[in-house]
Each structure stands twice: as structure tokens, then as C-alpha cells.
């Protein structure tokens, strides 16, 4: 038989001192993100000290500066340095590179197709005509560009150029080594690369829509706080523990997405990043992404709503092993700096999600079956009716947690067959929408609320 955990008594802690112990926690967690971002003082112009290293014996013939690209509206501007210290300017002007800015849809299909290593295509890129185009070497012919020279054999390289954008463009940022190319030593140039559009806006085109969409998550989920504030207020006889849980939840997402739109904003108006805000950024996430996960955990095995005696203690180290190695490993992954070593966290983290997202499958279906087998039990009696309660709010948690589960399909298809690479921000925009939904839907069934209905009539 089901047992329902007791209401909050007289003598357990009251919803308004659980409510203060909530506030106090993002109050805490506030202070935290200020503090990390004054500990960290390191902080840099938008793609600046940006070293790309040449080697002669190296295959790589394209090096790509900014990942995703850069998109212009008409009236921004880029402004490139770059600088190289006691460099022999034979060897310079013999690796024959050229730094340039693409239109970016034609990176993206060469480099999709792992073409952008073999030296033909590379050539083919050298000459192909660009409004951004900067020879790397000790005579080049632009103008505005300056080279100190020391003596005859060494230079100290400074290359500095302003190119003004006239079209709304998408650039990618390419540094060439175009034949013929003959390095004999590796060497190290420095870049400085500041990408502005108008009105002073640092961030690309295609990250505008980023300040919005977050920022709109942050008032959402601000405003579903509210609504589970006054609902369990109303009935505040019936919290249990997992609403208390799902309310911290609610208002780690709150913080969260703040951050995120804080993050953005920042960046698109003083043209900085970091190491501040991008850890700021992802230990903030954590604490967001880890609640939501919980929630749907704790949900499915019914914590507070089923039998207590379920809750073995094999299941709960399990559960904790997941939630301490992901949040581990999601730590780690927000203090890497080596490329190598954080794509192994990054694909760490992402396992361990995707097993204790296979754990709220197993545990929901579990849970459905056993209040089927007590429906079947009840079917003929005339006791109350908070198991086929129950029963018809899982069953629609499990529709909603599938259509969760299909969101990444969703956005795959969309990425190949609606949006473009200037756009992806949609997919983004529909992923949270789908979290969204998810959380509206545990909180406007799992709401404090009591189960004993009498029942008049059983189909």
C-alpha cells in the first residue's frame, strides 16, 4: 500500500523559514559569482593574444582564428595587429602567409569536409578575392601597416590594419600559408583582432539574438518562481520536501540564465572576455543544470509522494556517485585551459547526464508500473482515489519527458534542413524552450496539493 510522507507539522520548519533558506542560498550564490570575477583579474580585448604557432613540418596549411566566424552589419569595423618579436624576415616573407576574412559559408563547406588541409584547397582560398586581406611578410605594400627593423637579418614585426565593413557580411578569419610556402624554422605570431559593429556592439551578429532570448528566459523563470511562491503558500499544508526542492530549483535557473544574459551583455558592450566571467559563467550553470536534473530525478522515483521504504541505500549512493562525479567533472571542465584535456571532461560530463537521464527512465517507468499494480489492487474499493491520481499525472510527466527527450532530434533536424550557420541561435532558443516546458509542467501537476479525493466513479 501507498504511503503519502506526512505535511509539514507545527514542529517542522515552516514553509516561510524554507522559503528564507532558499533566498539565502542564491543570495550566497550571487556573492559567489562576484567574488570569482574580482579574484580573476586577467582580462583581454576580444580575440587578442591569440598566438598561432608555424611549424615547417606541420600538415596544417589554413588556421582558423574565431571558430564559428564573425558576422558584420553594414558601418562595423575590424581591426587587425599583428606582431612577431627577433624574427629573421627571410624566414617570414618564405612561409608566404596572408591573414584574410572570407565570406564564411565558404570555410564552413571545405572545412566541414575536412578539405582544409590539403594544399590545393588551401591555394584555392589564397586566391579567392577578399575585401580582408593582410600579406604577412617583411615588404608587404598595405597601407597603414609599419615594420620596425632592428638590423638587416632580425625584425620586430608589427603589422597593423583597419578595414571598414560596407555590406552586412558573415566573415571567417583565416591565416594562410600559400604556395609556394617554405618554412625552415617554427615561429610564433602574435594577433590582436577586434571585430565591432555598429553603436560600439562587440558581439557577432549571429550572438545578438543571445541578449534577448536569455534575457527572456531570466523573466520567465522569474515569473514561474512568483507562481510557485503563491500556489505553495495556498497550500502550504501540503509541502513536502520535493517542493521545497523544485522552488530551489526554479530559482537556480533564475540565477542561471541571468548570468548568461549578464555574460553576453557585458561582452557585447565593453568588447571583453575573461577567465572571470567564463568561469563565473560555468559554475553558475552548474548549479542550474544539476537542480533541473534532480527535479525530473526525484520526480520519477516519486520522492515524496511514494512510499518511503523505496528508497534503498544502494539507490541513493548511486544517485549521489552520478550527481558527485557530474558535478566533478563539470567543475573541472569550467577551470580548463588545455583543448585536449577538456574535451575529455567535457565528454566525461556528458555521460554521466546522459546516464542519469536513462535513470529517470527506468525509475518513471518503475513508478507508473507499481501505481498501475495498486490501481489494479483499488480497482474494486471504495478507498480514496490518490492512486490513480498519481497514476494519470505520471503518465502525463512521461509524455512531457519524452518530448524532452526529443528535442535534440528536433534541433538536429532543424539544423540541417531550416536554419543556417548566421542562425543557430535557434537551436539554442529551442532546447530551452523544451527545459521551459518541462519545468512548467512539474510545477503545475506536482504542486503542493492533496491526493485523498473520494472517488465517485471508477471506469
Known sequence: MLINFPPISSSSPKPQRQSTRIISLSTTLLLLSIFIFFLFESSYAIYSNKKVIIEPSESNFAYDLVSDG??????????????????????????????????????????????????SYTQYLCEVPSAIRVP??????????????????????????????NTNSHYAFLILRCEPTFPTVSFELNLNIEMINPEGQHL???????????????????????????????????????HLIIGLSIILQVISYLDIFIYYELINVNGIISDALD????????????SFLLIMLLVSIGYSILSSNEYRMRVKILFIGCFGFYITFRVL??????????TVFVLAFRVIKFLITFGVIIAMNHTIEKLRIQSMEQQFSND???????????????????????????????????????????????????????NYFIITTFYPQPYTISRTHQD
Open 70 to 119: 564573425f558576422g558584420f552589419l553594414s558601418g562595423g569595423f575590424a581591426s587587425i595587429n599583428i606582431s612577431m618579436m627577433e624574427m629573421n624576415k627571410n624566414q617570414i616573407d618564405q612561409s608566404n602567409l596572408v591573414l584574410v576574412g572570407l565570406p564564411y559559408y565558404l570555410w564552413f563547406i571545405l572545412n566541414s569536409a575536412k578539405w582544409d588541409n590539403e594544399p
Open 136 to 165: 604577412i611578410n617583411s615588404m608587404n605594400s598595405i597601407h597603414n601597416n609599419k615594420i620596425v627593423v632592428n638590423d638587416d637579418n632580425l625584425n620586430n614585426l608589427l603589422i597593423s590594419k583597419t578595414f571598414n565593413i
Open 204 to 242: 557577432s551578429t549571429q550572438k545578438q539574438p543571445f541578449i534577448l532570448v536569455f534575457f527572456s528566459l531570466s523573466v520567465i523563470y522569474f515569473l514561474l518562481f512568483i507562481y510557485w511562491i503563491i500556489i505553495s503558500l495556498k497550500n502550504y499544508k501540503f509541502i513536502y520536501k520535493l
Open 279 to 290: 568561469i563565473t559563467l560555468s559554475i553558475i550553470g552548474i548549479f542550474g543544470d544539476v
Open 333 to 342: 571542465y569550467a577551470f580548463c585551459r588545455d583543448s585536449t584535456t577538456c
Open 384 to 438: 480514496g482515489s490518490d492512486v490513480f491520481i498519481k497514476m494519470k499525472k505520471y503518465k502525463g510527466f512521461r509524455l512531457a519527458f519524452f518530448i524532452y527527450l526529443l528535442g535534440p532530434l528536433a534541433s538536429l533536424f532543424v539544423q540541417y534542413a531550416i536554419v543556417t550557420y548566421t542562425n543557430y541561435w535557434i537551436l539554442n532558443a529551442i532546447e530551452e524552450v523544451i527545459i521551459l516546458y518541462l
